[in-house]
């Protein structure tokens, strides 16, 4: 099928779900729970929301932990960056409280056409200051899906290229995949998992967030493993 295609085959979808609930097995021993997507969610925007339930202080730390990058890096399959994940957690951390901490407790109430706009904006943004380059698409969007999933990005995938789209056309990709969503969004809506990592009130986030955005139907678009 083609990889552009808006329906996403059985054995795909049922894949994406083994993805979502249980331990990646590339990363470690192939046992850590942190590896499911699930867990990725839980990890990076419940992490975020725990932080601003907290005033945002975490004590001196990064509000994303370095070990957290690691298993995003391995389970999504991006490519070396050239910056370690403890100055890739710095950077991040400085992107986060200039980018999404003054605007965090807003960004569920944005119209329609502004989350597009902002997601586009929010890439090329990211990309600048925490890869400081224009050809980062895969990671940037990729690191953005899992730590702001009520904003809809697109995962960029490799395969665009080929398909005539720049890899440093992020909104050309955007469009295309805005498109492509409307398509999906009826079988998407009959595969929607549970929740099942972290505490109650974990679960709970997860659950509210699967139910009120549309972060599931993007991630059955990308099919990124």
Known sequence: MNALSPVVPQAATIELLRHWQQPHPDFTSGQDKRSSENALLVLLYGGLEKAARYGWLNAGRTLIDKTYLRILWTTQQLAPTGISFDELAARLDGFIRRELQPHWDTLDGLEHDARHELAQVLVDQLQAQVFQSTAQLESATALLFFLCPQIP???????????????????????????????????????????????????????RLLAQSDWWPRRLLSRRR
């Not at 050309?172 to 972290?198: D, E, F, K, N, V």
């Open 153 to 207: 990005v697109f995962a960029y995938e490799s395969t665009a290229n080929a398909k005539g789209i720049p890899a440093t056309d992020y909104p050309g990709w955007h469009q295309s995949c805005r498109q492509r969503l409307i398509a999906l969004l009826p079988q998407a809506c009959g595969t929607t998992p549970s929740a099942t990592y972290g505490t109650a009130q974990e679960q709970q986030l997860i659950t």
